[in-house]
């Protein structure tokens, strides 16, 4: 993007909360005064937002053009979002790094699924001897992440069952993790979780199935969760779906959707490292983080910790700057009030910044 002139953003910087002026000058944040420039916009200023579980490149039919996939990107980006954590695409999106307009992107390659055992023409589907290879051409295709598809339905026993045998993810998420990378996996039930933490995952998504020991096991060894609660909303759909052919799996959705809320407020007390993810690609949307973070404290996680987790925190845990410090890169937000008071500011950003240019405003 084109250079601009030294801009000012004035407010109260978060999350320290202090009043101040803040400058940018070549892409970057300095709090040393730049006589002449222009004052931009006042409120509250926030690290840019980071959506911990997006797929980026993809619809419900697989893969999308690129045009698909700019949309996609700058609809997150239009509302602040400005750090993807993509979660497995069919689609190759490392160009999307080379543009200095759309979000920061962090890949995971495509899926890691069993054969016949996950959505069509979503993943790199395999069986248990191929596993570990497969996780190394992803972890060497991605940034960093490789997902695993930890359980699914199975036709066979007609409810949810891991996706491959434990001593599998085993060897799978070592081979990944002597790649350099790090392992996350789609964990609805219970039954995966044991050989998931056992192997050292580091990574749990949705995660309507854990019980207290697992959440200590997590707690214990630094593993994440990105609960997508918008996702998991939907689980009374799943059900019913598939009540009259698959009972057993409708009734297990049930109850992980009836334990959702105790799951998530229990993982939060046990100090399991949370953040915000909305699933958005294939059945999700793309521009809808903020709703949810209006769900997780719905669902009874404080404010404060939700902001906390869908900015700085979720900016660190994903190894960018925290913080809008002297000599950080200039991606923020500036809201029109306090979002650890008011989470639905987050939903109408007053000017969105990124890599020092604005890139949205509200009208």
């Known amino acids: 993007?084109?250079?601009?002139?030294?801009?000012?953003?004035?407010g109260v910087v978060l999350p320290e909360g202090e009043q101040r002026d803040l400058y940018v000058v070549d892409g970057r944040i300095t709090y040393e005064s730049q006589p002449g420039a222009d004052t931009v916009a006042d409120g509250w200023l926030l690290p840019g937002l980071v959506d911990a579980h997006n797929h980026l490149g993809m619809d419900d039919g697989g893969a999308v053009d690129d045009a698909e996939t700019e949309r996609?990107?700058?609809?997150?980006?239009?509302?602040?979002?400005?750090?993807?954590?993509?979660?497995?695409?069919?689609?190759?999106t490392r160009w999307v790094r080379g543009r200095d307009d759309l979000p920061r992107l962090v890949r995971a390659g495509r899926h890691v699924a069993r054969t016949r055992r996950y959505i069509r023409s979503y993943a790199d589907e395999v069986e248990p001897d191929d596993l570990a290879a497969a996780v190394v051409t992803q972890a060497r295709a991605g940034d960093g992440w490789v997902k695993l598809v930890g359980d699914w339905i199975s036709r066979d026993e007609g409810d949810l069952t891991p996706s491959f045998p434990a001593d599998a993810f085993a060897a799978a998420i070592g081979a990944a993790h002597a790649e350099g990378a790090k392992v996350t996996a789609h964990c609805f039930g219970s039954d995966v979780l044991d050989g998931l933490l056992a192997a050292g995952i580091d990574c749990i998504e949705h995660g309507?199935?854990?019980?207290?020991?697992?959440?200590?096991?997590?707690?214990?060894?630094?593993?994440?969760?990105?609960?997508?609660?918008?996702?998991?909303?939907?689980?009374?759909?799943?059900?019913?779906?598939?009540?009259?052919k698959f009972p057993r799996y409708a009734a297990t959705m049930d109850d992980l959707h009836a334990r959702r809320r105790a799951t998530l407020l229990a993982a939060h007390e046990a100090g399991v490292a949370l953040y915000?993810?909305?699933?958005?690609?294939?059945?999700?949307?793309h521009g809808y983080l903020a709703e949810?973070?209006?769900?997780?404290?719905?669902?009874?996680?404080?404010a404060a910790d939700v902001v906390a987790a869908v900015s700085w925190k979720g900016r660190g845990w994903l190894g960018f700057e925290p913080l809008l410090a002297e000599g950080a890169p200039a991606d923020f937000g500036v809201l029109d009030a306090d979002p650890r008071l008011d989470l639905a500011t987050l939903t109408r950003p007053a000017c969105v910044v990124l890599r020092g240019v604005v890139v949205a405003t509200r009208v």
């Not at 993007?1 to 004035?10: K, L, N």
């Not at 994440?224 to 009259?244: C, I, N, S």
């Open 208 to 244: 309507t199935g854990l019980r207290e020991h697992h959440l200590e096991a997590m707690a214990a060894g630094g593993v994440a969760l990105v609960p997508t609660v918008l996702q998991t909303d939907k689980f009374p759909e799943f059900a019913e779906a598939g009540r009259d």
């Open 72 to 92: 996609q990107a700058v609809a997150d980006r239009d509302t602040g979002v400005l750090l993807l954590r993509d979660c497995g695409s069919p689609a190759d």
């Open 276 to 285: 915000v993810g909305s699933d958005g690609g294939g059945t999700g949307r």
């Open 292 to 302: 949810e973070v209006l769900a997780l404290a719905d669902l009874g996680v404080p």
């Open 1 to 10: 993007m084109t250079a601009v002139p030294a801009q000012r953003f004035r």
